[in-house]
């Protein structure tokens, strides 16, 4: 089975890629993964996406489209495959469709984890992140036993930048600005299927067995 995940910051789709990828058997792709790999392959294309990532700058998305081609093609994608963070925009899900054709393939389904706005600033306002492990908390749903302090190593809790509130109404924003059209595109390919991303971990997972006919 060939899938997307689409979903904003804090909607939770890499929990459910991760959990569907175990269920179904098939490989969990994120953009960040494939860029990484590439690169430490040393492919023609990841050493493209280095010269960008290393002075910070966005990957073009030929470079990413290509990337996303070279992992395709790898034998674990044969039976199937998650897609997380890709496509972004609406050139992307069409060059994606392109690929797709050229391998003699099409998508299953899309699947759009949909949470609402001052819930997701909810999520992600109340993460914490211990500067020793790592190890991340949540200050309603996973707070720690002691205010402030990781439960596993005593390290410092703080808030990531990105997780403060005028910078994850932005994140939203370009994110609504950018897969609106996405969301049409595929509606009109009558493969968007919409997810109620609310609830437990497990609620939701129901939900999206059930989006697949496996409910």
């Known amino acids: 089975m060939r899938l997307i995940l689409l979903g904003p910051p804090g909607a939770g789709k890499g929990t459910q890629a991760k959990t569907l990828s175990v269920k179904l058997a098939v490989p969990h792709i994120s953009t960040g993964d494939m860029l ?26 030929e470079v990413v489209i290509g990337i996303i081609e070279e992992r395709l093609h790898k034998p674990d994608c044969a039976r199937g495959y998650i897609l997380d963070g890709f496509p972004r925009t609406l050139p992307q899900a069409e060059a994606l469709s392109r690929a797709l054709t050229t391998l003699g393939a099409s998508m299953d389904k899309v699947l759009s984890v949909e949470v609402p706005e001052d819930d997701l600033v909810k999520r992600l306002t109340g993460r914490r992140v211990c500067r020793g492990c ?82």
């Open 36 to 61: 990484r790999q590439a690169v430490a392959d040393g492919t023609k294309l990841g050493l493209e996406a280095k010269s960008f990532m290393d002075r910070g700058a966005l990957v073009p998305d």
């Open 134 to 215: 790592g190890y991340m908390y949540h200050v309603d749903t996973n707070p720690p036993k002691q205010v402030g302090s990781c439960d596993k190593c005593h390290g410092v809790l703080y808030q990531r930048d990105d997780d403060k509130e005028e910078t994850i109404r932005h994140r939203l924003r370009v994110y609504r600005e950018q897969t609106h059209p996405l969301i049409a595109y595929y509606d009109k390919m009558r493969l968007l299927r919409h997810i109620d991303g609310r609830g437990t971990i497990e609620e939701i997972a129901r939900r999206v067995h059930q989006a697949l006919g496996q409910g």
